[in-house]
């Protein structure tokens, strides 16, 4: 499109990756060691997320969950940056800009599913390149593992925010707004505070995770498997993110162990972006 508007965008970035370096800077003490975690709450401003008409404003769930998380790792001696941290419009681009002005940074995107269906139910964490595989599984294993609702696995999928960024980056979606039972968790500041300590201790652990797949949740916090994914970078939407999704039954019926649910693959979710 115009390209005056795109270079304008441009600036506007660095602009604000600029300002969120400067900031971090100031909020936070010396880390040695541990990475920098970008938490990038989804949506926020005009852009409420989730489906038209949805009750529950998905932005305000995310950032809620978002903060809870800041506080957690910040505490466990984390320097934290925060994509927004009030209910503003934050373009994907700056997210992702914020992100890779980190040299040691990993990437946590939060959000909240949504879907015509309210039947569709349960946890999904999507990753892109392989190197952020490790850091999907520890986040996946503990939110899938801990919360009540249905396991809907790791999909690896080219979401802008998650395609965009040279770091380790995830996008969990911690349930379905539009399900009755999921919604109610949702609007429970405890389980949100759950979901939040659950990112929290994917993050911690995302360097113990070892290849040996199994899907079950064991006692030990030392040993995370890696969680066996599903790929859908060839989904066939014309862009990766828009609102719109196809709503092709895909049904790549896939048993595994444990509660784990490989075959919602492309039913439920809208596939949003950011
Ligand atoms: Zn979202």
């Known amino acids: 499109m115009a390209t005056n508007f795109c270079r304008l965008n441009f600036f506007l970035c660095l602009l604000i990756a600029l300002l969120a370096c400067g900031n971090s800077h100031a909020a936070s003490g010396d880390n040695s060691g541990l990475p920098t975690v970008v938490i990038d709450a989804g949506h926020g401003g005009h852009d409420r997320g989730g489906i038209p008409g949805q009750r529950i404003a998905e932005k305000d769930m995310n950032l809620d969950v978002a903060q809870r998380l800041r506080n957690v790792l910040a505490a466990n001696g984390y320097r934290v940056v925060m994509t927004r941290d009030s209910d503003v419009f934050v373009p994907l681009p700056t997210r992702v800009a914020i992100a890779n002005s980190y040299r040691n940074a990993i990437f946590v995107c939060v959000h909240f599913n949504s879907t015509q269906r309210r039947g569709a139910a349960g946890i999904e964490t999507y990753f892109y390149s392989r190197d952020s595989l490790p850091l999907a599984s520890a986040v996946h294993y503990y939110v899938a593992g801990g919360a009540p609702s249905s396991n809907r696995g790791v999909r690896r999928r080219g979401y802008y925010v998650l395609r965009k960024t040279n770091v380790p980056a995830v996008l969990v979606e911690c349930g379905f707004l539009t399900n009755p039972t999921e919604a109610s968790y949702a609007q429970t500041a405890s389980y949100r505070q759950k979901l939040a300590d659950e990112i929290a201790a994917g993050v911690r652990g995302r360097n113990s995770v070892s290849s040996a797949r199994s899907t079950t949740r064991v006692a ?55």
Do not use: C, F, L, W
Request: aromatic share 2%; hydrophobic share 15%.
């Open 220 to 274: 030990t916090s030392e040993a995370i498997p890696m969680q066996p994914y599903m790929d859908q970078t060839k989904v066939t939407s014309s862009k990766q993110g828009k609102s719109k999704r196809s709503h092709k039954k895909s049904a790549r019926k896939k048993k595994s162990s444990s509660k784990r649910s490989g075959s919602e693959a492309r039913s439920g979710s809208t596939n949003r972006e950011g």
